[in-house]
């Protein structure tokens, strides 16, 4: 018998439909992730079983062409290979045969349904990868894998943290959640209360990945900001009498309306002084404005949280109709009192920017300077970038550029370290060199 030509090796993957493809799994992978886990009930495998979704997209897209809607096709398939996994589990069919009889006659039974609950898949996902049988750090790295689809690298730079010491925090998180049993749930009482701070804390840095790219070629990932809203908005609804969670939701509102202006025709980073505030949206900006409002409402007297004095200070600058009408005293006020409430070397070193709008470079500088030696900020590139705008504004032009090329080789946002490149250039320019 002669033997059988071999099989054709499959087509590579034109590179629109290779683009293509990656941008809807970055898009959809976070609701495929949350729809397969509440069929398998293990996020590990949820997420095996959308990489395996991925997969047969890579076989069958560039041989068939794009679907009318990518997401949707992946979101078919994953969840079909979840329910056949379900199907093939042996439990699963011990019970089946067990009850399957009954089956045939009996009515599903109505499972009872509370008010309190939202059914939405995403929003479960966050409330278990934020379960506390994970630490704080595994909670952060998990989620942001999941739900923001960050890669492990991009956590790693967005935390200053090496890669493997992330990529360990994520398997052994997912380990953990499969052996403690932890339910896909959104949890009630004392459980949800207990997991609150991590939930915000989570959607917070979903939203900032998406507001300014840590890595890659665009500034904004507005996907990413758009989930974080949603959820915040969500939650507010979940629980109207938790005053950080209107504050965090304000806050998202107003950074959300300046987007359409943060960038150019390009692509390229508008500084806020610059942006055309025209193009803000006044709609986001009133729902902020009625989110802190009910966060004041909901709060003891006197004491507003992180996220609510976050967001006061963005209503500071929605309120600013020019750049110059900008209310900074008013700022560094509330940088102070966030820094007393949330210490923090970023916090001061946002505080340091009002400071300058208001007494002016000099001692601002100095708040600047004291921050070189912490550990947290070594890498952070917005360190340079502040020290090098306070020189420039002293006419330390010199000294200027040497911080923004700093800040520009610390980047990792390739749209930014332009910015800084060219900021850099216009020191040396009003330098001579």
Aim: charged share 25%.
């Amino acid at each position: 018998m002669e033997p059988q030509p071999a099989a054709p090796a499959a087509p590579a993957a034109p590179a629109e439909t290779k683009g293509a493809l990656e941008t809807v799994f970055r898009l959809e992978s976070p609701r495929v992730v949350a729809a397969v886990a509440r069929i398998v009930r293990d996020v590990g495998i949820a997420e095996e079983l959308t990489q395996d979704a991925l997969v047969a997209a890579l076989e069958q897209w560039p041989r068939d062409g794009l679907p009318d809607n990518p997401g949707a096709w992946l979101m078919a398939t994953a969840r079909h290979r979840a329910v056949d996994l379900v199907r093939r589990r042996e439990t699963y069919a011990r019970k089946l045969r067990e009850i399957g009889r009954s089956l045939e006659t009996a009515a599903p039974p109505e499972e009872p349904c509370d008010p309190d609950d939202i059914d939405d898949d995403l929003l479960r996902l966050v409330f278990t990868t934020c379960h506390p049988v994970l630490s704080a750090e595994a909670r952060t790295a998990l989620t942001l894998r999941l739900l923001g689809g960050l890669t492990t690298a991009e956590i790693a730079r967005a935390f200053l943290t090496p890669e493997p010491t992330v990529a360990q925090r994520i398997v052994r998180a997912k380990r953990t959640l499969a052996t403690r049993n932890v339910a896909f749930e959104v949890p009630y009482g004392p459980d949800r209360e207990a997991r609150l701070g991590s939930v915000l804390d989570v959607i917070y840095l979903i939203f900032n990945e998406g507001y300014a790219a840590t890595a890659g070629d665009d500034w904004l990932r507005p996907g990413l900001c758009e989930d974080a809203l949603r959820l915040a908005r969500l939650l507010s609804g979940l629980m109207p009498k938790e005053p950080e969670v209107h504050g965090l939701t304000a806050l998202l509102e107003f950074q959300a309306s300046r987007a359409a202006a943060r960038t150019g025709p390009n692509g390229e980073p508008v500084l806020l002084g610059d942006q055309n505030r025209r193009r803000w949206n006044r709609m986001l900006i009133a729902r902020g404005v009625s989110a802190l409002g009910r966060a004041d409402a909901a709060s003891s007297p006197g004491a507003p949280g992180p996220y609510a004095l976050q967001a006061a200070i963005a209503a500071c600058h929605a309120h600013a109709y020019t750049y110059e009408e900008t209310d900074w005293a008013t700022i560094a006020t509330l940088y102070g009192l966030l820094a007393a409430r949330a210490p923090s070397p970023v916090v001061e070193l946002n505080r340091a920017v009002a400071v300058s709008m208001v007494q002016g470079p000099s001692p601002a500088l100095t708040i600047v300077d004291s921050l070189a030696a912490e550990p947290a900020l070594r890498d952070y590139h917005l360190l340079p970038s502040v020290r090098g705008d306070l020189l420039s504004r002293l006419g330390r032009t010199a000294e200027a550029r040497t911080e923004f090329e700093r800040a520009a080789s610390l980047a990792r946002n390739e749209r930014e370290r332009e910015l800084l490149l060219r900021r850099a250039g216009e020191c040396g320019r009003a330098d001579g060199a």
